[in-house]
C-alpha cells in the first residue's frame, strides 16, 4: 500500500500531495538533502530510517522541462511493483492536462490520482498471477513432431517384422531356442535370494561404487610397511631436529641442550590481561632543550587567512593558462578549417554533419533524449577518472546529469557538449560547497563562552600527516589568540609523543600526554579535564593511524569519541589515495557507527586533506571524500611550513575536474 504521493518544482513549492497513512519522521526532507542535492538522482531509491525503527522506500521521477519532481513513498517491507509504472503515468497524465504555472493549488486532481492507482494495481496483480501452463503435447509444434514420431514407428515395426520373417525361413526354428534361454536366465535369476538393501552384494548388482573396496585399500595401505626415508631417488637426509635421524639419535625433536625461543607475547588494549614491561621513552630529555622557537605572531600568516590574495594569483595564473590554450586551438583550427567538407577520398560528408550541428545548435532541439548527450557523458566520465576521481562516483554523476538533461528543451545558438558540461559543473558546485557551514573559530569563541575547551579529535589511516597538519591547526589558532592544548592520544605509534613534544615546544602551546600503552579514551578524557581547570580555549586530540578494517583500533577509537564527545571529528586524508578514498570514508564512517553505544553515533564532521601540492590537476579525491561521506573538506594541507593550510578553492577544484 502507498503512504504518500508529491508533487513538486525544484526550487521547493509544493503543489500536490495525497496522504494514505500518517508517515513517522521526515522522508522527503532526507530525500531533497541527502539525495537530489547532493546529485544521486540517478539512483533507483532512496531508503529512509526514522527514529523509531520505522523504514520507508522512496522513488522519485523528473519532468525537467517543466522542472517538476514527483516522489513516491511507501513502506521499506513491502515490494510494490506498480510504483515505477505509476509514476510514470501521474507524471504524464500532469503535465500534459493540469499542470499550470500560474496555478499552486490542484484539488480536482485527487480523482485522477486515485483511477491511476487503481489501473496500476490492477496490471500488478495480472502480473502477479501465475500463468497456466500449456502441456507441450496441446501445442503445434508438440502435434508436428507427434505425428512425425507415429509415422516413423509404424515403419520400424514393418521393417522389423519383415526381418524377423527373414530370420525365420533362413535358421529355421533358432528363434524359440533363444526364447528358451531368456527364460531360463530369468528363472535363475528369480531362484537367487534377495539381496538385503544396501548390503555390498545389492550395491555392486546395481552397478553404483562398491564401498567394501575402499575399506579393503584402506585396510592394506596400513598394514604395509613404512617406507624409509633415503630409499627413494629423490629423497634426501632430513636434518636433525626436523623429524629426521641423520646420526641416529634425533627423533625429530629438539636436542635437550636446545633452549625453546620464548613465544612473543601480544599486546593487550583496554587495560585487559597482564600488564607487559613497560618501554616507555617519553619522558622529556636534555636533548630535547635545544629547539627552535616559533613566534607565531613574527614568521607569518597562515594561508587560512590569505585567500582573497592567492585567489587572484590562482585566477591571473589561470587566464595565462586559458590564453595559452586557445592560442594553440587557433593555430590548429586554421588548417582544420582547411580541410572542412572533403575527406580523405574527396567526398563533402563531413561538411554536411558539420552544417547540420550548426543549424542544431542555432535552433535548439525540442527536448533532450539519452542517445544525444551520451557521447558527451563519456568524454566527461573518461575526463573525471583521469583526474582521480573514483570510478563508482564517476558514474553515479554522469547518471544524475542524465536523469537531470533528458526531457529538458535545448536552448538556441548551444551545443549539447555545452550543455553537459554546464550541467556537470553545476552538479559539481552543488556537491563540493558545504551544506552546513563550519566556522572553528566562531565555535571556539561560543564554547569559550560557555566555560568548556573546543574539542578537535583527528582521525586516519596510518602515515597520511595527522600530527604534522594537527601542528598547522594549532599555529593557526594561535594567531588567533587562542589558547591551544594539544593532547597525545597516539599511545601505539613509537614515537608519536615525542613529534607531538617538538611541535609544542616550537610553537610554545601545552602537551598533555601520559606515554604509550595506555588508554586513549582515558588519556583523551583527562586532557580535557585539565584543559578546563587551566582555561584553555581548544584541545587538539591526535589519535594513532589505523586502517578502517582493523577492528580492535576501531574499536578504540569509537570508544573515545563516544566518552569524551568532541565537537569536531576531522578526517585526514591523503589528496593521492584515488579509488581508495571511497572505501576508507565509507568504513570508517560504518565502524564508528557499528560500534558505537549511543544512540545517536558521531560520525564525521569534516575532512583535511593532506599532499595538495604533490597532485598538480589530479584533484578527484577531493570530490570522491566529500561525496561519499557528505561532509565538507575544511583544511587543506599544501606544505612542509605551518603557514601551509589554506581553504577549499570550489572553482579551482571544477576547472582543474573539466579542463
Not at 74 to 85: F, H
Not at 101 to 116: C, G, H, I, R, S
Not at 461 to 489: E, P, R
Not at 645 to 655: A, F, G, S, Y
Amino acid at each position: 500500500m502507498l503512504d504518500h504521493f508529491s508533487i513538486f518544482t525544484r526550487g521547493g513549492l509544493v503543489l500536490w500531495t495525497f496522504q494514505m497513512t500518517a508517515m513517522k519522521g521526515s522522508p522527503i526532507d532526507a530525500l531533497i538533502q541527502n539525495c537530489l542535492l547532493q546529485e544521486r538522482s540517478g539512483e533507483k531509491t532512496f531508503q529512509y530510517n526514522a527514529k523509531d525503527q520505522s523504514a520507508y522506500t522512496l522513488k522519485w521521477s523528473f519532468h525537467n522541462e517543466l522542472g517538476l519532481v514527483f516522489v513516491a513513498v511507501y513502506q521499506r517491507i513491502l515490494q510494490l511493483l506498480y510504483v515505477d509504472d505509476l509514476l510514470t503515468a501521474v507524471r504524464d497524465e500532469f503535465a500534459d492536462g493540469h499542470y499550470d504555472p500560474k496555478k499552486t493549488a490542484y484539488p480536482d486532481f485527487d480523482d485522477v490520482f486515485k483511477q491511476l492507482l487503481r489501473e496500476a494495481e490492477q496490471h500488478a496483480n495480472e502480473l502477479k498471477r501465475p500463468k497456466q501452463v500449456t502441456n507441450f503435447g496441446e501445442t503445434k509444434k508438440g502435434k508436428d513432431m507427434h505425428k512425425v514420431a507415429g509415422a516413423g514407428k509404424g515403419k520400424g515395426a514393418g521393417a522389423k517384422q519383415r526381418k524377423g520373417g527373414l530370420a525365420k525361413d533362413n535358421d529355421g526354428g533358432s528363434g524359440s531356442d533363444e526364447t528358451g534361454d531368456e527364460d531360463g536366465a530369468a528363472n535363475s535369476e528369480a531362484e537367487q535370494p534377495a539381496s538385503r538393501p544396501g548390503s555390498s552384494s545389492a550395491v555392486a548388482s546395481s552397478g553404483a561404487f562398491d564401498v567394501s573396496k575402499l575399506r579393503n585399500r584402506a585396510n592394506r595401505s596400513k598394514q604395509a610397511p613404512a617406507k624409509k626415508p633415503g630409499n627413494g631417488f629423490f629423497d634426501f637426509p632430513l636434518k636433525p631436529g626436523k623429524g629426521g635421524k641423520a646420526d641416529g639419535k634425533g627423533d625429530g625433536n629438539a636436542s635437550e641442550g636446545e633452549t625453546k625461543k620464548p613465544k612473543k607475547q601480544m599486546r593487550k588494549w583496554d587495560n585487559e590481561g597482564p600488564a607487559l614491561e613497560r618501554q616507555d621513552f617519553s619522558e622529556s630529555s636534555d636533548h630535547d632543550t635545544d629547539v627552535e622557537v616559533v613566534d607565531v605572531k613574527k614568521v607569518g600568516k597562515s594561508m587560512m587567512d590569505r585567500e582573497e590574495e592567492l585567489e587572484e594569483e590562482e585566477e591571473a595564473e589561470w587566464e595565462e593558462e586559458t590564453e595559452d590554450e586557445e592560442e594553440e586551438a587557433e593555430g590548429k583550427g586554421k588548417g582544420s578549417r582547411r580541410r572542412v567538407g572533403r575527406g580523405d577520398d574527396g567526398s563533402e560528408g563531413k561538411k554536411t554533419g558539420w552544417l547540420a550541428s550548426v543549424f542544431q545548435s542555432v535552433v535548439g532541439k525540442a527536448s533532450l533524449e539519452l542517445k544525444d548527450i551520451e557521447p558527451s557523458l563519456k568524454v566527461l566520465k573518461d575526463r573525471l577518472m583521469a583526474k582521480n576521481v573514483a570510478e563508482e562516483i564517476a558514474e553515479k554523476l554522469c547518471r544524475s546529469v542524465a536523469t537531470s538533461l533528458v526531457g529538458s528543451k535545448q536552448a538556441s545558438f548551444t551545443r549539447i557538449s555545452s550543455t553537459v558540461q554546464a550541467a556537470m559543473e553545476e552538479a559539481l558546485t552543488r556537491i563540493l560547497t558545504p551544506k552546513r557551514s563550519i566556522d572553528i573559530l566562531r565555535d571556539v569563541q561560543a564554547a569559550k563562552e560557555a566555560n568548556r575547551p573546543y574539542v578537535v579529535v583527528f582521525v586516519g589511516v596510518n602515515g597520511v600527516g595527522k600530527s604534522t597538519n594537527l601542528a598547522k591547526v594549532a599555529y593557526w589558532l594561535s594567531q588567533h589568540d587562542i589558547k591551544v592544548m594539544v593532547a597525545a592520544c597516539d599511545t601505539f605509534r613509537a614515537g608519536a609523543v615525542e613529534q607531538l613534544r617538538t611541535h609544542a615546544r616550537r610553537l610554545q602551546i601545552p602537551l598533555f600526554e601520559r606515554g604509550y600503552e595506555k588508554d586513549p579514551a582515558a588519556v583523551a578524557k583527562e586532557a580535557i579535564r585539565e584543559a578546563t581547570r587551566t582555561k584553555m580555549d581548544a584541545v587538539l586530540v591526535d589519535t594513532a593511524g589505523r586502517m578502517q578494517d582493523n577492528e580492535p583500533l576501531m574499536r578504540a577509537l569509537s570508544k573515545l569519541i563516544n566518552i569524551n564527545e568532541p565537537d569536531l571529528v576531522l578526517f585526514v586524508g591523503e589528496a593521492l589515495v584515488g579509488n581508495d578514498a571511497v572505501d576508507q570514508l565509507t568504513k570508517f564512517n560504518q565502524r564508528l557507527a557499528d560500534l558505537s553505544s549511543a544512540p545517536t553515533p558521531h560520525a564525521i564532521d569534516g575532512i583535511l586533506l593532506t599532499k595538495f601540492d604533490t597532485i598538480d590537476d589530479k584533484v578527484g579525491a577531493a570530490l570522491s571524500m566529500v561525496y561519499v561521506s557528505g561532509a565538507p573538506i575544511i583544511f587543506v594541507g599544501c606544505g612542509q611550513t605551518y603557514t601551509d593550510l589554506r581553504r577549499l578553492n570550489v572553482k579551482h577544484i571544477i576547472r582543474a575536474l573539466l579542463q
